[in-house]
């Protein structure tokens, strides 16, 4: 019976963790409204981060963050005029509003998002 | 006889060059309105002074719920308006039926100056002329609550902006500055209010850029924000440097933003959340 309980746990705790690598949570650079502030902009997929009804932006949904793949996200959260000049998106990376590691952590993210 | 004929013809052509001036104006005025009515098909222009709350059910609810909040602000400006100064005239005094539907006017291009007078430019220029101290241009408190009650002077007023051709300079420069991305962020005026209007940044729909110019100054935090106030404000979230509230950039831009809504009427210190 013990060696059952402990089993279903471990199974509970590893159901947990793949959820938890499925739907990280939103990085700083996300949501800090000095750096990224994505979230002012851009939908997440519902339940998978803060609620929110801003539309300026697309919805960020996983299908197309892969699609676009992690070079065109890369650029397009870098440089977005680069790709299209009538963007309302930042150039994060050109303006130094983020630090490339932040730009790797917003890639990272949005390419794993479901 | 020929120098009423060379004087006819110097008046035809001062006539055209207005009428030229006028229609570039109007050009751009139209030009943005269409662009507007097809993005925002089902948003009437007439609600379009309503700023956000047009696109939105609920902040329009919460806007009318708030307008309580305008009278202790107007209540504030009545009294600088009337106060009299030490010669005895008063801010009333210094325009025509003692400020009522002027506002609507404002902002003017004045060709001996060769600039554009707001309204707080105007009030300033009253208290010199009185030798009277002048009121900050930027601050919510003197400046915001005078100016708002002025405008309330002019509720329901269309709102008529003149630019005549010696302004045209002014107008052009108004509008590059709507246009042109600035700052950290990149974005010019137009990124929000024309080609984002509407949509919603964070929680709240963003303004079209036709009607803005009627409802300012606006009651936020129980004070009476400037539409300059409000510009600065902006400007600081695009992360540039902000022009000083008066300064001639704002004022161009202010000039090109009221003509902008030409027609519609002022709707004054309405309450804003935050």
């Given at each position: 019976m013990r060696f059952f309980r402990s089993a279903l746990a471990a199974l509970a705790a590893d159901i947990a963790l793949a959820a938890s690598a499925q739907a990280p949570s939103p990085p700083e650079a996300f949501l800090r409204a000095d750096k990224g502030h994505c979230i002012a902009c851009h939908q997440?997929?519902?339940?998978?981060?803060?609620?929110?009804?801003?539309?300026?932006?697309t919805k960020l949904e996983?299908?197309?963050?892969?699609?676009?793949?992690?070079?065109?996200?890369?650029?397009?959260?870098?440089?977005?005029?680069?790709?299209?000049?009538d963007t309302l998106m930042p150039p994060f990376g050109r303006h130094r509003i983020l630090e490339s590691w932040e730009i790797e952590t917003l890639v990272d993210y949005l390419h794993a998002l479901p | 006889m020929r120098f009423p004929e060379s004087m006819r013809a110097i008046a035809c052509l001062a006539a055209f060059a207005a009428g030229a001036s006028f229609a570039a104006a109007e050009a751009s005025r139209a030009e943005i309105a269409a662009r507007l009515a097809q993005q925002l098909a089902d948003v009437p222009a007439t609600n379009f002074p309503l700023g956000a709350a047009a696109f939105d059910e609920e902040l329009r609810a919460r806007v009318e719920a708030g307008s309580a909040a305008a009278a202790p602000v107007l209540e504030a400006g009545k009294k600088v308006w009337e106060r009299k100064f030490r010669n005895?005239?008063?801010?009333?005094?210094?325009?025509?039926?003692?400020?009522?539907?002027?506002?609507a006017t404002y902002p003017q291009y004045d060709p001996r100056l060769k600039r554009v007078i707001t309204l707080e430019m105007a009030v300033n220029q009253c208290l010199k002329t009185h030798k009277e101290p002048l009121l900050e241009h930027g601050d919510p408190q003197g400046m915001g609550s005078v100016t708002a009650y002025v405008r309330s002077l002019a509720n329901g007023q269309k709102v008529a902006v003149r630019v005549p051709a010696a302004a045209d300079e002014r107008f052009e420069q108004g509008k590059r500055l709507y246009?042109?991305?600035?700052?950290?962020?990149?974005?010019?005026?137009?990124?929000?209010?024309?080609?984002?209007?509407?949509?919603?940044?964070l929680d709240t729909p963003l303004s079209p850029a036709i009607g803005q110019a009627t409802h300012f100054p606006v009651i936020r935090g129980g004070v009476a924000l400037t539409l300059h106030g409000r510009m600065r404000q902006c400007l600081e979230l695009m992360g540039a440097a902000p022009?000083?509230?008066?300064?001639?950039?704002?004022?161009?831009?202010?000039?090109?933003?009221?003509?902008?809504?030409?027609?519609?009427?002022?709707?004054?210190?309405?309450?804003?959340?935050?």
């Open positions: 997440l997929p519902q339940g998978h981060g803060p609620v929110s009804r801003a539309d300026l932006g996983g299908t197309r963050m892969r699609a676009i793949g992690r070079e065109g996200l890369r650029q397009a959260i870098a440089d977005p005029p680069r790709v299209n000049a | 005895g005239r008063s801010l009333a005094a210094c325009f025509p039926n003692g400020g009522r539907r002027v506002a246009f042109t991305r600035r700052g950290q962020r990149n974005f010019a005026c137009a990124s929000c209010h024309l080609q984002g209007a509407g949509k919603r940044y022009f000083a509230a008066g300064s001639e950039e704002l004022n161009d831009l202010e000039f090109f933003l009221t003509y902008l809504s030409n027609g519609l009427r002022v709707l004054p210190a309405p309450w804003r959340p935050g």
